[in-house]
């Protein structure tokens, strides 16, 4: 009697240990930082006032011209025939456009090099932080990222702010 018993917690068990499994496999929420929008790629970024929205932009290689010898001390492998390095610090933001009570600040930037191509792609991630008493409604953001050595690359985008 005691293992029929059993049987039906057992099952139990594996069901909740496939859910587990199964929301852990889930695409986190579009704007977070772990799936950040991405403009020209996804829909509108979406965000309610009083949060935080990240927002990915990717930078044409030739832009920043890094190099491998730009990101040695900085290159980890990343799949076959790719490297990657956090280069952050290499990268500021300025002149920032952006509604009153807006912080846009560059969250990271990370450089791809393939071994096949002699200039890193770079992606830049911005956490944008909207007021709790933002206008509803789509707010055009403006920025420029500009490099140690000067080379320079206009952002724009548009957060839509929603209750």
């Known amino acids: 009697m005691a293992h029929v018993a059993r049987l039906p917690l057992v099952r139990v068990a594996a069901l909740v240990a496939a ?8 695409p986190a929420t579009l704007g977070d930082r772990s799936n950040p929008y991405r403009p020209g790629v996804d829909g509108a970024a979406s965000v309610r ?10 930078v044409a290689r030739d832009v ?4 491998a010898d730009d990101l040695a001390m900085r290159l980890t492998p990343w799949g076959t025939n790719l ?15 952006a509604p009153d009570g807006w912080d846009v ?20 991630t911005l956490r944008v932080d909207v007021p709790g008493g933002a206008r509803l409604g789509g707010q055009r953001l403006r920025a420029t990222l500009a490099d140690e050595r000067g080379n320079r690359h206009a952002i724009e985008f548009v957060v839509q702010v929603g209750p």
């Open 105 to 124: 600040e560059l969250d990271r930037v990370v450089a791809y090099l393939s071994g096949n191509r002699p200039t890193a792609d770079v992606e830049v």
């Open 83 to 97: 490297s990657r390095a956090t280069v952050t610090p290499l990268f500021e933001l300025r002149d920032v456009v």
């Open 64 to 67: 920043f011209g890094l190099t």
């Open 19 to 26: 859910l587990s499994l199964m929301a852990a496999c889930a």
């Open 49 to 58: 006032p009083g949060s935080a929205v990240f927002v990915q932009i990717d």
